[in-house]
């Protein structure tokens, strides 16, 4: 790590900034050895040492790992701080002295109230928590597989939510036999998620996952909110910036990680302001902090299952149980990549079978031809970043070409890239394998042949489908799904309409009940678009509000 990261990582705080600080918390006298901070102890206080020293240690099986060591002017945290998720370290006095102890509600007026230390605290967090998921420290453990679907999918909301955590393969690792006797597991068990080192989860579903790390805090039943936003993409996590950041009470519900579709993309590099692209999920990763920033909150693998208009306030049932009530509702549920008509499809899944090209992907294909199925934007974002890992990089569209489908500076890359060939007038017809891919059969529709290649993966990014099943019977949708809003709707969808003015821009056919993005009829599926609609839709949101 170069010393310029170290100094933004661990920034001294000098005299005029601690006067600041100092109106937002209270002195604290601390001894030698007192623990301030326990792992896994939810919201923990914000310190900033006055005097003395503060060691952060990662207790990790019985040892502690040593992080950094805090002493005067040096401050704890790290995004943990704004989502008020349990604490991955530990926080123990290596020097008796004073702190000055900040509340959790304190340091989020603190940020928005004084943008030279919210800055800088929030630079400094999200560093730290890079550093942490760099070098797999957290109080996580994966025991899992690359020829277990589970596994793919519990590493991938790990690592879309930012989830620092220790991956442990059982086909690679000589110490996987021990973690086997020491928890009583076997491999049918897999994958295993161990939560400070002291629960055990076999092959959980995410929601599993995620209350065993304490994402989420407890519903509250009674809760009125301003505003909730279904789908935290990148509309869906404009709305929840905008809204927050304008003093509304927000709470955003999220079935998988933040960053939608749009946060599986490996490099963005045609939206506005990073000329040298971004990934998906770092973008994700900015907005959903600087949503937690303003307040907003957002809870993880928590599913909207049905929407409920029919009462004054609109209420959101969750799967697993539990409702959530709010003045206004913002649709932002997204879309998903359209699955083809395959047998087997769904037993390949995750086991040669993708639909977004991460770095996880990349490395169980790296050195390897595979498929990629689709013309669009997302298709040629993952051949230009597969390509270099992979032998080759087959792009199968069912039309002529890329041109009509595709950015110009996309299709320039395929084209200068010597492993990636573009297969017009191609379809994936069958798949063939045991435990996992092992050929794909393809057809040639011009000529008319068929032909079956020793190909082990797969990359469907073939159009979308709209996430409205849990809207059908209340919202109106179009013949594909989608939902209509502002002038789409038809003087048949209005025909239950109670009020004396029309829809709003983005309101659909129920008053305050709002559709922004990819899930809206008529949107561009951009993720620029997706993000102004998300803007956009607040101001609406206010007018709906004040009436």
Known sequence: MSNDRSEQMFPRLTEAPLARLSRFGRRRAVQRGEIVIEQGQPAPDFFVVLSGALEIVQPADGKELPIAVHHAGHFTGEVNMLSGR??????????????????????????????????????TFILRRVALITNSMGDTVLIGSAHSAATLRVREFLIRNGQPHAYVDVDHDPGVQALFE???????????????YDKVLKNPTNEEVADCLGFNADLNPSAVHDVIVVGAGPAGLAAAVYAASEGLDVFVLESNAPGGQAGSSSKIENYLGFPTGISGQ????????????????IAIARTAVKLRCEQR??????????????????????????????????????????????????????????????????AGQAAVFLAPKARHVHIMVRGAGLAETMSRYLIQRIEESPNITVHPYHQVVG??????????????????????????????????????????????????????????????DLAGWPLSRAPLLLETNVPAVLAV?????????????????????IQLVHRVLAE
Request: glycine residues 12%.
């Open 86 to 123: 349990r604490s991955l370290a530990r926080g123990r006095m290596a020097e008796s002295g004073e702190l000055l102890v900040i509340s959790p509600e304190a340091l989020r007026k603190l940020v928005q109230a004084d943008a030279e230390l919210g800055e800088l605290f929030m630079r």
């Open 182 to 196: 020491r928890f009583d597991l076997r491999p049918t068990d897999v994958p295993v998620v161990i939560c400070r």
């Open 282 to 297: 770092a973008l994700a990763g900015r907005a959903f902090t600087q949503a937690q920033k303003f307040g907003a909150s």
């Open 313 to 378: 306030l609109a209420a959101v049932d969750l799967s697993g149980g539990g409702t959530v009530r709010g003045r206004a509702v913002v649709i932002a549920t997204g879309v998903q990549y359209r699955k083809l008509p395959l047998p087997d499809l769904a037993r390949f899944e995750n086991v040669g079978v993708y639909y977004g090209a991460s770095q996880m992907e990349a490395q169980l294909c790296a050195g390897e031809e595979l498929i990629i199925v689709g013309g669009g934007n997302s």
């Open 431 to 492: 798949l063939e394998g045991s435990e996992r891919l092992e050929a794909v059969q393809v057809s040639d529709d011009r000529a008319g042949s068929r032909k079956t290649l020793p190909i082990g993966h797969v990359f469907l990014m073939t159009g979308a489908s709209p996430n409205t099943g849990w809207l059908k019977g209340c919202v109106a949708l179009d013949d594909k799904g989608f939902v209509k809003a502002g002038p789409d709707l038809t003087r048949e």
């Open 517 to 537: 993005g990819d899930v809206r009829a008529g949107s561009v599926k951009r993720v620029a678009s997706a993000v102004g609609e998300g803007a956009i839709c």
